[in-house]
């Protein structure tokens, strides 16, 4: 029942009021004070006030005035009732912030009818209110629960869904962890809204061959996860993958473009892998890595042989995902020297990562893992700014290097607008495009061979150098290396370890350098560590030579002093 509060100073007259309340069916109860009315009005947060404007110890006004200033009552509708025929008085009351004001005389059922406006008033005032706040609270739910793209559960829903299918189904449960291959290709070639918009498109397809009550949900950028509750055979949840895989292999119109799609789908049963569904979910992910590695539309059940992401591993790619912000990573250099006439003229650009609670982490560990993430796009970048600024400093310091080597992933290789990313950098940081030298590994080479000749005669085309990194271990073969617009072979330190004992390795060393010779390339032998090899590497007539025995990789201010020593002592006069 809505509460009427009555201010009034006339005992006789507000009771009679009171009862006239009352009778309508209100609630209503009377003070004989201002002060005692604004008490009881704190204390019980009636619906309405009804305020005589003479009362003992003070006016309505006064008491308007006051329930105004006060955050429990300043919306709390307010009817003046006054026997001063005064326009003034009037306006002034309004200007208050009464909502009504009724001048005596007046019937009751004026009272009332004006009771009942102003609470009718106040109801629609709070039903407005709490849709918008409904339909906050919605969108915040959507913000929470949803991925914002495709419109699906996001990862917190889908850990709901599942927990609350493992109450219901009484048959297992099979966790499908199903990734888009070459969403990240064609975001670069496509841009972001084109891949964004094939995202969207794919995920309405997925849902469509889904039968009803399955839980889709988008974990990452291309990777999305099933629960399928009720399995009653392994046989049902490959069905149901090939259907997924075939709805998505339809083209996909974009516009200007038609793109085709493959996926690759990983699975894991409940309860028979695990009952965890973070386990669960690792062994989907293990077997979908397996799967990604067979053949496009693959898909592969779990097994126990298969190797499942550690806590440590997760641990690892939280902590990657930071680390560039938080300023965790630096860039080592490790010498090239110059076989022919002993001098130090150039660097390889190698990345160091200082976790502040793991210590040095090794780039064995973390480079694969930015691969898998595609954090090693931002990464990358970095090296190559900060090695080329260094570079820069070091040309004008005159220090005698000719050139700085970048390693280049096979990911960064392999994005779309490399030659561009590369002159930005340059330009930025005003080295000249000759000092600069990038090396790609023969694996990166190898995985599409028009597509590489054509991204390193962009890289070429700018004045840069480029290297075959690990050369010896990619097997690529000597007339495609032809083909290649290529400055250096970095020899791989597997066949240059030991070799003063090995007869095979010398043969293969050998070859390889005149090989490279033959094609007009600098020859680089990488892990030299004794005096003896670096000998050998003379007589075989090797241009450069990299190893610990030349010098470890430092920190730029400890390759500075080196530098800078050497110079000192090879300009001492005999
Ligand atoms: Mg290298």
């Known amino acids: 029942m809505q509460k009427i509060l009555l201010i009034g100073s006339s005992k006789s007259q507000s009771s009679t009021t009171v009862q006239k309340i009352a009778a309508a069916g209100y609630a209503a109860d009377w003070v004989e004070t201002g002060t005692a009315g604004l008490e009881m009005a704190r204390a019980q947060n009636p619906n309405l006030v009804v305020c005589d404007w003479d009362l003992n110890d003070c006016n309505g006004h006064h008491v308007l005035k006051q329930m105004r200033q006060d955050l429990q009552l300043v919306v709390t509708p307010f009817i003046l009732l006054s026997s001063l025929y005064d326009h003034r008085h009037l306006r002034q009351t309004m200007q208050l912030g009464a909502d009504d004001c ?18 009718k008033h106040q109801d629609a ?75 969207q498109s794919a995920s309405h397809r997925l849902q469509a061959c889904l039968p009803t009550g399955t839980t889709l949900a988008r974990l990452t950028g291309n990777q999305f996860a099933i629960a399928l509750g009720h399995v009653e055979h392994p046989g049902a949840v490959r069905k ?53 590695r067979q053949k ?18 997760i641990r690892l790619e939280t902590w990657l995902r930071y680390a560039l912000e938080r300023d965790e990573f630096e860039v080592y250099y490790q010498p090239q020297l110059n076989l022919c006439n002993g001098h130090i003229e150039g660097v390889e650009a190698l990345i160091r990562w200082h976790h502040p609670e793991a210590g040095t982490i090794s780039p064995g560990q973390f480079i694969p893992l930015a691969e898998e993430t595609g954090l090693i796009i931002a990464i990358g970048q970095w090296v190559l700014e900060t090695a080329c600024r260094q570079a820069r400093q070091w040309q004008d310091m005159n220090l005698g290097l ?18 561009k990313q590369v002159a930005k950098t340059l330009f930025k940081s005003g080295l000249s495009p000759r000092v600069l030298e990038l090396e790609i590994t023969e694996t990166a080479l190898m995985q599409d061979a028009n597509a590489a000749i054509h991204t390193l005669n962009e890289l070429k085309n700018l004045g840069i150098r480029l290297a075959v990194d690990d050369f010896g271990t990619g097997y690529s073969s000597l007339s495609y290396l032809q083909k290649l617009p290529i400055d250096t072979l970095k020899i791989d330190n597997c066949f240059v370890r030991g070799v ?75």
């Open 125 to 199: 005032i709070a039903n407005h209110y709490l849709s918008h706040l409904r339909l906050a609270a919605e969108h915040l739910n959507r913000l929470s629960y949803y991925d914002s793209l495709t419109k699906l559960p996001n990862h917190l829903l889908f850990e709901q869904r599942f927990i609350q299918l493992v109450k219901t189904s009484q048959q297992p449960i099979a966790l499908l962890s199903l990734s888009l291959d070459r969403l990240r290709q064609i975001n670069n070639i496509l841009g972001y809204p084109a891949g964004d918009s094939l995202l």
């Open 296 to 313: 496009s539309n693959y898909c592969q059940f779990y097994q126990s042989d298969m190797a499942v992401a550690t806590e440590h591993q």
């Open 402 to 419: 000719r050139h700085m080597s970048v390693n280049l992933s096979s990911v960064q290789f392999n994005q779309g607008n490399l030659g």
């Open 102 to 119: 009724l001048l005596r005389p007046f019937s009751d059922e004026i009272l009332i009818a004006a009771i009942a406006a102003r609470l």
């Open 500 to 574: 003063t004992t090995d007869p095979k390795n010398q043969i293969i060393l050998q070859s390889a350098i005149n090989m490279g010779h033959d094609l007009g390339l600098s020859i680089v032998a990488e892990g030299v560590e004794t005096a003896d090899e670096q000998s050998l590497l003379e007589i075989y007539q090797c241009d450069f030579a990299q190893g610990y025995l030349i010098g470890k990789p430092m920190p730029s201010q400890l390759l500075q002093t080196y530098l800078e020593k050497r110079r000192a002592r090879v300009s001492l006069p005999l």
């Open 240 to 292: 149901l993958a090939t259907e997924l895989m075939d709805g998505l292999s339809r083209p996909f119109s974009l516009p200007g473009h038609e793109v085709f799609l493959t996926a690759s789908v990983g699975v894991s049963m409940y309860p028979e892998n695990s009952q965890d569904l973070p386990v669960l979910m690792r062994q989907a992910d293990a077997a979908l890595e397996y799967a990604k």
